[in-house]
C-alpha cells in the first residue's frame, strides 16, 4: 500500500511540475507584449490546424491580432509577423543568429544525420552545401538547361492535344498535366535522366514523388506528438521508420533510382549541364560530412562566416550520400511547386481574357515570325515577368517554410527574441495587405513580395522556376486561347498539403488559336 502511495504521489508530482514548466514557457508572449491565442498547456495551438489549414489560420489571427502575433506549437513558441522590419532583421541583417530553419517533428537530426541536405542543414553545414549547390543555379548553368526545358515543354503540347481532342468542350485537368511536365523537365535537368513521365501518367518518378509528397499530411497523430513533445523527437522519428519498415515508403524507390544514376554517371564522367554531373564534380571521398565542416585552411575553402563576414573556412566538397540526397531535395522541391504555380497562372489567365491577351500580343511582338523562346529572349517579356509576380503574390504557395530560428537571444526591431524561438513570415496576411498591392511597388519594401523566401536561405531554385515558367508560357500561349471549362469552381477551393494547393485539379478549355 506504502508504494502505492509513493508511485501516486511521485507521479501527481511529476504532472504538476510539468504543468508548472509548460505554464511557465508559455508566458513568453505576455512578457514581451505580443498579442495572440490562448494556449493548451499539453498542445499549445496546434489543434488549431486540424480544424483549419495554418495559412488560412494565420490570416485569420492577423485580422484578430494584428501584424505581429506569437502562439505555441507544444512548447515551442512562434513569433509570427508581416511586418517588413522584423522580417528584413531576421532574414537578411541578423541572418548569422536566424541561419535556423524550423524544424518539423518527425524528420531527420540536422547536426547529426548523414542524410540531412542543404533544405534542413544549419550552420557551417549549410553553408557548405549552399556554396557547392549554388553553382548549378547560374544564368550560365540555366541557359545550357534551356533547351531540355524547351523539349518538355513541346511534349506538354502533344499531350495537351490529345486531352483537348478527348472532349466536345475541349476540357483539360491543367494540373496534372503541369505536374507531370515539371517532374520530366525536373529528372531530366538534374539527373540527366531522359523520362517520359509527361507521356505517361504511371510513371514510377510520378507515383512515388507524390506518394512522398502525400505522406507529409499522413501522420497528424505522430506530427501531434512530436510537436507536443519535441524532446523525444528521436522516438517519434524511430517510430516513423518502423512505420515505413512495416509498410513500403515511396523514398526508397526514388533514392535506388538515383544511387544507380550516381554509379553509372561515376564510371560514365562525360560533361553535362545537369545538376548531377556539377555535384558529382564537387563529390569528396571521406568518411563522414564532419570532416568536411570541420575548418580546414586548404585551397579552394571558404573563408566567411554565414553573413559572409569573419572568417571561417569551409570545404567545396560533398559526400556520395548527400549528392543521392541533394539530387531527390531538387525532384521534390522542385516539381510541385513549380507545377502549382503554373496552375494559378492559367487559372488566372482563363479568368482574365485581357490579360491573356496582354502576354500573348507581347510574345507576339518581340518573338516575331515564330521565334523560339530562349533563355536570352524571355528576359524581354517584362509583362509576362509582371504576371508571373503577381500571381505568386496572390498565392504564395510555398508560404509555409519561410521561417527561422533564432540562436541567441538579441534584439530585433524593439523585441527581444529568445534563443529558440521561432519567427515566421505570415506571408498570405502580407501579400495581401492593401499597402503592398502592385501600383505600390516602386515604394514598397523589399520583403513585401517573398513568395520564394528571403535572404541567404532563399529559394536556389528560383531562377530555375522562372525560366521553366515563362517558356511554358510562350509555347501555350502561341498555340491556345484558355478559359474556363463549364464546371470550374469560383472562387477556387484551397487545400494545404507540402504547398498551398487546389483542392481538385482546374479544368480549363483549351482552344487551339486559328
Ligand atoms: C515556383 C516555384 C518555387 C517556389 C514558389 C519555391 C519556394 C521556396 C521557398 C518559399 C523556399 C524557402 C525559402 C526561405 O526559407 O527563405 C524554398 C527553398 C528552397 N527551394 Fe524552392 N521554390 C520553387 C522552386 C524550386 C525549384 C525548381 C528548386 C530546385 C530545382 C527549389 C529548391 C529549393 C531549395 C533547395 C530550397 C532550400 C534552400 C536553402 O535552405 O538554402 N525550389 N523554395
Given at each position: 500500500?506504502?508504494?502505492?502511495?509513493?508511485?501516486?504521489?511521485?507521479?501527481?508530482?511529476?504532472?504538476?511540475?510539468?504543468?508548472?514548466?509548460?505554464?511557465?514557457?508559455?508566458?513568453?508572449?505576455?512578457?514581451?507584449?505580443?498579442?495572440?491565442?490562448?494556449?493548451?498547456?499539453?498542445?499549445?495551438?496546434?489543434?488549431?490546424?486540424?480544424?483549419?489549414?495554418?495559412?488560412?489560420?494565420?490570416?485569420?489571427?492577423?485580422?484578430?491580432?494584428?501584424?505581429?502575433?506569437?502562439?505555441?506549437?507544444?512548447?515551442?513558441?512562434?513569433?509570427?509577423?508581416?511586418?517588413?522590419?522584423?522580417?528584413?532583421?531576421?532574414?537578411?541583417?541578423?541572418?548569422?543568429?536566424?541561419?535556423?530553419?524550423?524544424?518539423?517533428?518527425?524528420?531527420?537530426?540536422?547536426?547529426?544525420?548523414?542524410?540531412?541536405?542543404?533544405?534542413?542543414?544549419?550552420?557551417?553545414?549549410?553553408?557548405?552545401?549552399?556554396?557547392?549547390?549554388?553553382?548549378?543555379?547560374?544564368?550560365?548553368?540555366?541557359?545550357?538547361?534551356?533547351?531540355?526545358?524547351?523539349?518538355?515543354?513541346?511534349?506538354?503540347?502533344?499531350?495537351?492535344?490529345?486531352?483537348?481532342?478527348?472532349?466536345?468542350?475541349?476540357?483539360?485537368?491543367?494540373?496534372?498535366?503541369?505536374?507531370?511536365?515539371?517532374?520530366?523537365?525536373?529528372?531530366?535537368?538534374?539527373?540527366?535522366?531522359?523520362?517520359?513521365?509527361?507521356?505517361?501518367?504511371?510513371?514510377?518518378?510520378?507515383?512515388?514523388?507524390?506518394?512522398?509528397?502525400?505522406?507529409?499530411?499522413?501522420?497528424?497523430?505522430?506530427?501531434?506528438?512530436?510537436?507536443?513533445?519535441?524532446?523525444?523527437?528521436?522516438?517519434?522519428?524511430?517510430?516513423?521508420?518502423?512505420?515505413?519498415?512495416?509498410?513500403?515508403?515511396?523514398?526508397?524507390?526514388?533514392?535506388?533510382?538515383?544511387?544507380?544514376?550516381?554509379?553509372?554517371?561515376?564510371?560514365?564522367?562525360?560533361?553535362?549541364?545537369?545538376?548531377?554531373?556539377?555535384?558529382?564534380?564537387?563529390?569528396?571521398?571521406?568518411?563522414?560530412?564532419?570532416?568536411?565542416?570541420?575548418?580546414?585552411?586548404?585551397?579552394?575553402?571558404?573563408?566567411?562566416?554565414?553573413?559572409?563576414?569573419?572568417?571561417?573556412?569551409?570545404?567545396?566538397?560533398?559526400?556520395?550520400?548527400?549528392?543521392?540526397?541533394?539530387?531527390?531535395?531538387?525532384?521534390?522541391?522542385?516539381?510541385?511547386?513549380?507545377?502549382?504555380?503554373?496552375?494559378?497562372?492559367?487559372?488566372?489567365l482563363?479568368?482574365n481574357p485581357h490579360v491573356q491577351q496582354a502576354v500573348r500580343q507581347e510574345i507576339d511582338?518581340?518573338?516575331?515570325?515564330?521565334?523560339?523562346?530562349?533563355?536570352?529572349?524571355?528576359?524581354?517579356?517584362?509583362y509576362?515577368?509582371?504576371?508571373?509576380?503577381?500571381?505568386?503574390?496572390?498565392?504564395?504557395?510555398?508560404?509555409?517554410?519561410?521561417?527561422?530560428?533564432?540562436?541567441?537571444?538579441?534584439?530585433?526591431?524593439?523585441?527581444?527574441?529568445?534563443?529558440?524561438?521561432?519567427?515566421?513570415?505570415?506571408?498570405?496576411?502580407?501579400?495581401?495587405?492593401?499597402?503592398?498591392?502592385?501600383?505600390?511597388?516602386?515604394?514598397?519594401?523589399?520583403?513585401?513580395?517573398?513568395?520564394?523566401?528571403?535572404?541567404?536561405?532563399?529559394?536556389?531554385?528560383?531562377?530555375?522556376?522562372?525560366?521553366?515558367?515563362?517558356?511554358?508560357?510562350?509555347?501555350?500561349l502561341?498555340?491556345?486561347q484558355f478559359?474556363?471549362?463549364?464546371?470550374?469552381?469560383?472562387?477556387?477551393?484551397?487545400?494545404?498539403?507540402?504547398?498551398?494547393?487546389?483542392?481538385?485539379?482546374?479544368?480549363?478549355?483549351?482552344?487551339?488559336l486559328?
Amino acid at each position: 500500500m506504502f508504494f502505492t502511495y509513493l508511485l501516486l504521489f511521485t507521479l501527481a508530482y511529476l504532472v504538476a511540475v510539468f504543468y508548472w514548466q509548460r505554464r511557465r514557457q508559455m508566458r513568453v508572449f505576455k512578457e514581451m507584449g505580443i498579442p495572440g491565442p490562448e494556449p493548451n498547456f499539453l498542445f499549445g495551438n496546434i489543434l488549431a490546424f486540424w480544424a483549419k489549414p495554418m495559412f488560412k489560420t494565420f490570416q485569420e489571427w492577423h485580422k484578430t491580432y494584428g501584424e505581429t502575433f506569437g502562439y505555441f506549437e507544444g512548447p515551442t513558441p512562434v513569433l509570427v509577423t508581416s511586418n517588413t522590419e522584423i522580417l528584413h532583421q531576421v532574414f537578411i541583417k541578423q541572418f548569422n543568429n536566424f541561419h535556423k530553419r524550423k524544424l518539423w517533428p518527425v524528420q531527420v537530426d540536422p547536426d547529426n544525420d548523414e542524410d540531412v541536405h542543404l533544405f534542413f542543414a544549419r550552420g557551417q553545414r549549410w553553408k557548405r552545401l549552399r556554396s557547392v549547390v549554388n553553382p548549378a543555379f547560374t544564368a550560365t548553368k540555366m541557359r545550357k538547361m534551356e533547351p531540355q526545358m524547351n523539349m518538355c515543354a513541346d511534349v506538354l503540347v502533344e499531350v495537351m492535344d490529345k486531352a483537348a481532342e478527348q472532349s466536345e468542350e475541349k476540357r483539360v485537368l491543367i494540373t496534372e498535366l503541369f505536374r507531370r511536365l515539371t517532374l520530366n523537365t525536373i529528372v531530366q535537368c538534374a539527373l540527366g535522366i531522359q523520362d517520359n513521365t509527361i507521356r505517361e501518367p504511371e510513371s514510377g518518378f510520378l507515383r512515388h514523388c507524390m506518394g512522398v509528397i502525400e505522406d507529409t499530411t499522413k501522420q497528424p497523430v505522430l506530427y501531434a506528438l512530436g510537436f507536443t513533445f519535441p524532446a523525444l523527437s528521436k522516438l517519434w522519428m524511430a517510430i516513423y521508420k518502423y512505420m515505413h519498415y512495416i509498410k513500403f515508403n515511396p523514398v526508397y524507390w526514388l533514392e535506388e533510382k538515383i544511387n544507380d544514376c550516381v554509379q553509372y554517371r561515376k564510371k560514365n564522367p562525360e560533361p553535362s549541364p545537369d545538376l548531377l554531373r556539377q555535384m558529382l564534380d564537387a563529390r569528396f571521398e571521406v568518411k563522414s560530412f564532419r570532416d568536411l565542416d570541420a575548418p580546414a585552411s586548404k585551397e579552394g575553402h571558404e573563408e566567411t562566416d554565414l553573413n559572409g563576414n569573419i572568417k571561417k573556412p569551409v570545404l567545396r566538397s560533398l559526400t556520395e550520400n548527400e549528392v543521392v540526397q541533394h539530387a531527390l531535395l531538387f525532384l521534390m522541391a522542385g516539381y510541385e511547386t513549380s507545377s502549382t504555380s503554373l496552375g494559378y497562372i492559367f487559372y488566372e489567365l482563363a479568368t482574365n481574357p485581357h490579360v491573356q491577351q496582354a502576354v500573348r500580343q507581347e510574345i507576339d511582338e518581340l518573338l516575331p515570325e515564330g521565334e523560339e523562346a530562349n533563355y536570352d529572349n524571355i528576359r524581354n517579356l517584362k509583362y509576362m515577368d509582371k504576371v508571373i509576380s503577381e500571381t505568386l503574390r496572390k498565392y504564395p504557395l510555398a508560404s509555409n517554410v519561410i521561417a527561422r530560428q533564432c540562436g541567441e537571444t538579441c534584439q530585433v526591431a524593439g523585441l527581444t527574441i529568445p534563443s529558440g524561438m521561432l519567427v515566421a513570415a505570415n506571408a498570405w496576411a502580407l501579400h495581401h495587405d492593401p499597402k503592398f498591392t502592385p501600383e505600390k511597388k516602386a515604394a514598397r519594401s523589399s520583403m513585401a513580395w517573398i513568395p520564394f523566401g528571403a535572404g541567404p536561405r532563399q529559394c536556389i531554385g528560383f531562377r530555375f522556376a522562372w525560366v521553366q515558367m515563362k517558356l511554358v508560357l510562350c509555347k501555350l500561349l502561341r498555340r491556345y486561347q484558355f478559359e474556363p471549362a463549364s464546371d470550374l469552381k469560383e472562387p477556387l477551393e484551397l487545400r494545404e498539403g507540402a504547398t498551398i494547393l487546389f483542392k481538385e485539379d482546374v479544368p480549363l478549355r483549351v482552344l487551339p488559336l486559328s
